[in-house]
Each structure stands twice: as structure tokens, then as C-alpha cells.
């Protein structure tokens, strides 16, 4: 499933998600609650608006793809449902709720040049990082908190690399410990921006095999892409 990149806009006010989700529940329709809802959704940096009057629902256990060319707003409408930038109108929901309340459901994997890759961690601290949800961040990762940050590792072929530093890898592998890191939430809803962009043959087949599987076992999955000439093959 395929989205044209035709947005431009900014995020959510919470109250108004609350008072839809209310309304909802009033209702009692036996409709499935889409992964991600978005009602009238305005985005803007500064004063100029980057999104505008965005509509849509994404169903649950799809493979979705936003399609568009750079500066269409595909990376911000991704934000904007995660809370990283603020809405000037609208509102966002996750499984029926504000994304507060579903944080812990939501896997999200950013752009690699987004990233500060000089900063000094592992890639297992990396991966352990989307478990504070459920370890708190005030207290130590325990042995089965490890134990899944490997088996996440693994699952994308980076569990040997699980002790060198995030710097040391290369732009592939960095790519498949943050899919690692998204694999340990157990999310329900995946967010990927641009998973494909600049990796290697080896990380690009690690996404495939992974983006299959997540839709075989009922997840979601967004992922910003630009390629018309593979999101046919890929999504």
C-alpha cells in the first residue's frame, strides 16, 4: 500500500485526540480503530507550513509506504505523529489513543543523518535503549532485558557486532542496529524513515526479510520511501 507524498503541514494537540477518542468510545462502532488516524493535521516550522489540512487512516497489519519527492513533507508527517514537532491544527492517533498513551507500541526508525553516530555507545546500548519503556530510566537493564536486545541483533545479523561502538560501524550496519532497537519494543506500529537509503546489499536484503516478517505476524509498518522504481518491489 502506497501513500503519494503530497503533504504539508505540523503535529497534535492532545486534548483533541482525547476528546475524539472519547467520542469514539460514545459512538460504539464495531469498525477496527486504524494504527495511525490524522484529522485535519497542520504542520509548520516557524511560520511557514510544511503540511496542511492532512486527512488519512492507516489500517493495522499493513505494509505502507509514503511516497513522494524530497520536501513533500513525508519525513515531518512522520514526526509530527510521533509528537517531535507540533501541530498548528489537528490531531493524531495511535490505535485510538494519543501517541502518549501508545508510546510503548510504537517502533520508530529515524533517518541515519539525523543521527549523532559519534556518540560513544555500543551497538547493544543502542538496541537496550527502546527497552526503557519497560526497564524505567532510572534503573539498570537486567539479563533478560540483554538477552533481547541480542536476539533483536541477531535477527538483522549484527550480534557480533554487539560491543563495537556505533561510530565503528558502517552506514548499513548502523541502519540495521536501529531496526534492532525496534525490534526489541515489540511494537505493534513500525515508523521507518527512508530504511533504504544509502545501505548496503547485505542491509538492504535485512530489511526486506524483516519488513515480511513483521507483516506476516500482524505488525504495521509506515516507512517513508522516495524510489518509484522499487516500492512496487519492496511495499
Do not use: C
Not at 460514545?26 to 494504527?35: D, K, S
Not at 492517533?93 to 508510546?103: N, V
Not at 546489499?201 to 516507512?223: H, P
Amino acid at each position: 500500500m502506497t501513500i503519494p507524498g503530497i503533504f504539508r503541514a505540523r503535529v497534535t494537540p492532545e486534548a483533541d485526540a482525547e476528546k475524539a477518542a472519547e467520542e469514539a468510545a460514545r459512538a460504539g462502532t464495531a469498525e477496527a480503530v486504524p494504527a495511525i488516524e490524522v484529522h485535519d493535521l497542520t504542520v509548520a516550522y516557524r511560520t511557514q507550513p510544511v503540511l496542511w489540512d492532512v486527512d488519512l487512516q492507516l489500517p493495522e497489519g499493513k505494509l505502507i509506504a509514503i511516497v513522494g519527492p524530497n520536501g513533500a513533507g513525508k519525513s515531518t508527517l512522520l514526526k509530527a505523529v510521533l509528537g517531535l514537532v507540533p501541530a498548528v491544527t489537528g490531531w493524531v492517533q495511535i490505535f485510538g489513543e494519543p501517541y502518549a498513551r501508545r508510546r510503548s507500541w510504537v517502533g520508530y526508525v529515524p533517518q541515519r543523518e539525523s543521527v549523532d553516530w559519534d556518540f560513544p555507545t555500543s551497538a547493544l546500548d543502542v538496541v537496550t535503549m527502546g527497552l526503557y519503556g519497560q526497564i524505567g530510566w532510572f534503573r539498570r537493564p537486567g539479563k533478560r532485558h540483554r538477552e533481547t536486545a541480542l536476539a533483536s541483533l541477531e535477527k538483522v545479523g549484527m550480534r557480533e557486532y554487539a560491543h563495537r561502538q556505533i561510530s565503528q560501524l558502517s552506514g548499513g550496519q548502523q541502519q540495521r542496529v536501529f531496526l534492532a532497537r525496534a525490534l526489541a519494543q515489540d511494537a505493534r506500529l513500525f515508523l521507518m524513515d527512508e530504511p533504504f537509503a544509502g545501505v548496503d546489499a547485505t542491509t538492504e536484503r535485512a530489511i526486506l526479510t524483516l519488513l515480511k516478517e513483521l507483516r506476516a505476524t500482524g505488525r504495521t509498518v509506515v516507512a517513508v520511501h522516495h524510489d518509484l522504481q522499487t516500492v512496487a518491489e519492496y511495499f
